[in-house]
C-alpha cells in the first residue's frame, strides 16, 4: 500500500524553527517529485515547496521564499521541510504530497499521493 506520513509538527514561538519529516513507501521514492502544501484555518490548501527527483531543483512559495528550505533523502525515502524564522501567519496543517512527475510540481492537481498532516502551530 502507498503512503506517506508526515511528523515533526508542533507549538512553536514566533521566530523559532521546525523541521519537518514526510517518509514514504510503497512506491520508487527516487523517481519522483515530491511537495508541502498547507492548509490554514478557514483557507484553501496552498502551494509551500518542492523538489524534483534527485534534490537539484526546488521551488518555494512566496510567503516562504527564504525561511523555508525544502530537502530529500532518497536512501531513507524521506523528504524534509526546514522552517525558520516561523511566524503566526504559518500556523496550519502540513501536508506532503508525492507528485506524479519527476519535475517541480507547484499546483496539487500534479500529485497522486498525500499524507495525513501535521499541525503547526506558531505562537506570538
Known amino acids: 500500500q502507498v503512503q506517506v506520513i508526515e511528523s515533526g509538527g508542533g507549538l512553536v514561538q514566533a521566530g523559532g524553527s521546525l523541521r519537518l519529516s514526510c517518509a514514504a513507501s510503497?512506491?520508487?521514492?527516487?523517481?519522483?517529485?515530491m511537495g508541502w502544501f498547507r492548509r490554514a484555518p478557514g483557507k484553501e490548501r496552498e502551494f509551500v515547496a518542492t523538489?524534483?527527483?534527485?534534490?537539484?531543483?526546488?521551488a518555494y512559495a512566496a510567503s516562504v521564499k527564504g525561511r523555508f528550505t525544502i530537502s530529500r533523502d532518497n536512501a531513507k525515502k524521506t523528504v524534509y521541510l526546514q522552517m525558520n524564522s516561523l511566524k503566526p501567519e504559518d500556523t496550519a496543517v502540513y501536508f506532503c504530497?508525492?507528485?506524479?512527475?519527476?519535475?517541480?510540481?507547484?499546483?496539487?492537481?500534479?500529485?497522486?499521493?498525500w499524507g495525513q498532516g501535521t499541525q503547526v502551530t506558531v505562537s506570538s
Open positions: 504530497a508525492a507528485a506524479s512527475t519527476s519535475w517541480v510540481a507547484t499546483t496539487s492537481v500534479l500529485y497522486d499521493q
Open positions: 510503497g512506491r520508487t521514492f527516487s523517481n519522483y517529485a
Open positions: 523538489i524534483n527527483w534527485n534534490g537539484g531543483s526546488t
